[in-house]
Structure formats: structure tokens, C-alpha cells
């Protein structure tokens, strides 16, 4: 019973280079979410999806970030030409399905991103 | 704009002690609720939530909270901390798409 899995755990870039962030769902859950959590604030949310569909990007900042969720593999969070700003605690949630209602969200551990 | 807005950023207590959790929510649409826990190292975990019905909702671990929906609040309560209760709390709101919005966190530090 293997819960969300996020990885890397850490991931250290320099100023201009990619940033791949992985999270594997909990088996069965179809609907992923990416939240931020920058240093002395709470988590904000980036990114909803459902496999193969991005359901509400409100919160991805309009350049450089994107997300997918293929219908196999993980979802991916990449992040492009990374800044010093982008370094962060990035996490990653899943549910079964969608009711209208976020009932139970099943979070990873969480990746931090450390840009030099 | 929706937000969630927790009052302690930081709180110490000893032992045996009382707990309670401030958060106030702005959003005046449907009511989902949470708190949700971080142990050090660890990822966020569901303490309890809130839909509908009784406003003094139990969780896990002796937690419980109580929704005022005329001071639009959902405070936190514990009668007696624990040392392992050290941790980061964070109170949620569910918006209608799915998306959370979460309160800042409060830390708790509960000294042996």
C-alpha cells in the first residue's frame, strides 16, 4: 500500500537549468494536485490534473512551469529555466476521483527544490 | 479572494498542557474544512474534517475542532499535548474545483 511518492526527495539546480519533479499517485487514484510551500508561507496550490488533463492550472505561474499526467508514469512538474525564487518545498497529492468535494488528499513526502 | 487565515506562527507549550488552534476562513460559499498535520519529516497527514452536521467534529489522536460558522471559524483543540504532538498544523479550506487553500501553519513545540 504504497502512498504517494515523490521524487527526488531534494533536487539542487543552478540559475537557467531544468527542474523535473516526479510524483507517483497512490494506485488506483486518478487526480493529482502540485502544491508549493514557500519558505514562512503555506502551501499554495499550482496545479490540478486528471490523467491526460490539466482540470485547473489557476496557480502555475504563466511562465516556465508546467505539468502533465500521461495516462502511464507519473505525473510530472517541470519547471524551466529555473530562478532563485522558484526554491521551494514542492508537494504532490492524489485522490481516487472527484465528488465536487475535496475529501481526503493523500500527500507525498514532498520534493525541495534548491536553486543556487 | 478565498483565504484562510491562522493566528499563532509559533506556539510552545509544555507537557500536559491545553491546546487550542486558531484559523478563520473568508470564504462564504460551501463549507469543506481541514486540518491537516506535518511531523518533522514527514509528509502532511488528515487530522479531521468538516462538511456538514455537528460543529464539534473528533479526530484522530484526541484532536478535535469546532466550526463557528458566525465568527467563520474552525478551531483547533487538544485538552493535553504530548511531546510527540510537535508538529506543523495547518488549517484548510476546499474550494469547488479542488483546489485547498491552506492557512500559513502554526508550529507547535511541546516541551518533555
Known amino acids: 500500500n504504497a502512498g504517494v511518492m515523490q521524487n527526488p526527495r531534494h533536487l539542487v539546480r543552478r540559475r537557467g537549468q531544468e527542474a523535473r519533479l516526479r510524483c507517483s499517485p497512490v494506485?488506483?487514484?486518478?487526480?493529482v494536485y502540485w502544491y508549493r510551500q514557500l519558505p514562512e508561507e503555506g502551501l499554495k496550490f499550482m496545479v490540478y490534473?486528471?490523467?491526460?488533463?490539466?482540470?485547473?492550472e489557476s496557480g502555475m505561474p504563466k511562465e516556465r512551469f508546467s505539468a502533465e499526467f500521461p495516462k502511464e508514469g507519473p505525473s510530472i512538474l517541470r519547471i524551466q529555466q529555473v530562478v532563485r525564487g522558484d526554491s521551494a518545498a514542492y508537494f504532490c497529492?492524489?485522490?481516487?476521483?472527484?465528488?465536487?468535494?475535496?475529501?481526503?488528499?493523500?500527500f507525498g513526502s514532498g520534493t525541495q527544490l534548491s536553486v543556487l | 479572494a478565498q483565504s484562510v487565515s491562522q493566528h499563532n506562527h509559533h506556539v510552545i507549550l509544555s507537557e500536559a498542557a491545553s491546546l487550542e488552534l486558531g484559523c478563520n476562513y473568508s470564504?462564504?460559499?460551501?463549507?469543506?474544512l481541514f486540518w491537516y498535520v506535518q511531523y518533522p519529516g514527514q509528509h502532511l497527514q488528515l487530522l479531521l474534517k468538516?462538511?456538514?452536521?455537528?460543529?464539534l467534529v473528533k479526530g484522530i489522536k484526541g484532536f478535535e475542532a469546532e466550526f463557528i460558522k458566525s465568527k467563520f471559524s474552525f478551531n483547533l483543540r487538544k485538552p493535553s499535548v504530548q511531546w510527540s504532538d510537535t508538529a506543523e498544523y495547518f488549517c484548510?479550506?476546499?474550494?469547488?474545483?479542488?483546489?485547498?487553500?491552506f492557512g500559513k501553519g502554526t508550529k507547535l513545540s511541546v516541551k518533555p
Open positions: 497529492a492524489s485522490s481516487p476521483g472527484s465528488s465536487g468535494r475535496t475529501e481526503k488528499l493523500f
Open positions: 494506485k488506483g487514484h486518478s487526480h
Open positions: 490534473l486528471q490523467k491526460e488533463n490539466i482540470i485547473d
Open positions: 470564504y462564504g460559499g460551501t463549507v469543506n
Open positions: 468538516y462538511f456538514s452536521g455537528d460543529p
Open positions: 484548510v479550506h476546499g474550494g469547488s474545483q479542488g483546489n485547498l487553500i
